[in-house]
């Protein structure tokens, strides 16, 4: 089963995955809102959310697309490690858009296993190139409250009338992931998929919250963008999708050859030790 897509129905292929041996669901459901005919078939969703429960590991996390509606569901029975959005170029049409605002923004959550230790969450910082910076700080910028909110971890950054912050070049990819929508996806990585992913958002998502050994489970795959995600990056997946007609196209997708993401996010500089006793400044 591990690095297939699986042509099936997820309900009855999700009793086939060992309990307790997935790292990471990332799934983008159908949304149940829409006139696409596996939206208005939709799923029962506090079947789904029990199955994984079992499959997932017990420190597994789960990045999931959908409605505020179906989202909220998640939450109760999974904690939100955080909510973040999927910034498209330009606002595409909701339903009745007539009355409401075009959307620009897709909301994804990410949510751990209720049985979680903290610690034990992968969550890999993705850092993205940037132009670099230096600027000089005036600390009285700092004092708020009467405390001290310069970091003064690194000595040789503090200066007797300031602080100067230094920047090589990076900066950290945010909750908010921008990428291109079907539109204007790279010819070819568009498929014919109506609600086709691009495979920079989801792999972003994988690169958060999967090391290099984990296994991945999308049970509504689609034309198979986490799977081609999860091979860029070297993850093991299962992918399940109904519809014959986009099978097909995930398996195709998948005999492409591709160009390996870079796994390793930017490296960032080690932190220098404190060895200044903070001074506090008061008004
Ligand atoms: C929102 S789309 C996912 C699109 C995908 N993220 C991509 O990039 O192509 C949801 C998919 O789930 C599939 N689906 C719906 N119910 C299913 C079920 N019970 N089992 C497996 N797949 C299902 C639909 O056919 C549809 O392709």
Redesign the pocket.
């Known amino acids: 089963m591990i690095n297939q897509i699986i042509h099936?129905?997820?309900?009855d292929v999700l009793q086939q995955i060992p309990d307790n041996s997935i790292d990471a669901v990332i799934?983008?459901?159908?949304?149940m809102k829409t006139d696409l005919n596996?939206d208005k078939?939709g799923?029962n969703v506090d079947l789904f959310l029990e199955l994984l429960l079992l499959k997932l590991k017990n420190d597994g996390q789960l990045a999931v697309?959908g409605s505020i509606e179906l989202l909220a569901k998640f939450s109760s029975i999974y904690p939100i490690r955080w909510s973040g959005f999927w910034l498209k170029p330009s606002g595409v049409m909701r339903t009745h858009s007539a009355k409401k605002p075009m959307s620009r923004g897709e909301p994804y959550c990410i949510f751990a296993h209720p049985k979680h230790k903290v610690s034990n969450l992968v969550y890999n910082k993705i850092l993205l190139p940037g132009e670099p910076y230096k600027k000089k700080q005036n600390n009285t910028n700092f004092i708020r409250d009467g405390k001290d909110q310069i970091d003064r971890a690194n000595a040789s950054a503090w200066t007797k009338d300031g602080y100067i912050s230094e920047n090589e070049g990076t900066r950290q990819q945010t909750d908010v992931i921008e990428a291109p929508n079907k539109s204007r996806m790279k010819h070819y990585e568009r498929?014919i998929?109506p609600?086709?992913?691009p495979v920079k958002l989801?792999s972003t998502l994988i690169r958060w919250i999967t090391n290099s050994s984990g296994t991945v489970l999308?049970?509504?795959?689609?034309?198979?963008?986490?799977a081609l995600a999860c091979k860029e990056l070297g993850r093991n997946y299962i992918c399940?999708?109904?519809?014959l007609e986009?099978y097909r196209i995930a398996c195709n997708r998948l005999d492409q050859p591709i160009e390996p993401i870079p796994d390793e996010p930017i490296e960032e500089p080690e932190e220098p030790v404190d060895n200044h006793p903070l001074q506090l400044k008061l008004f």
């Open positions: 099936g129905d997820c309900f799934t983008d459901p159908p949304y596996f078939t799923f697309f498929t998929h609600t086709q992913k989801i999308d049970p509504f795959c689609g034309s198979g963008t986490t399940i999708e109904k519809e986009y």
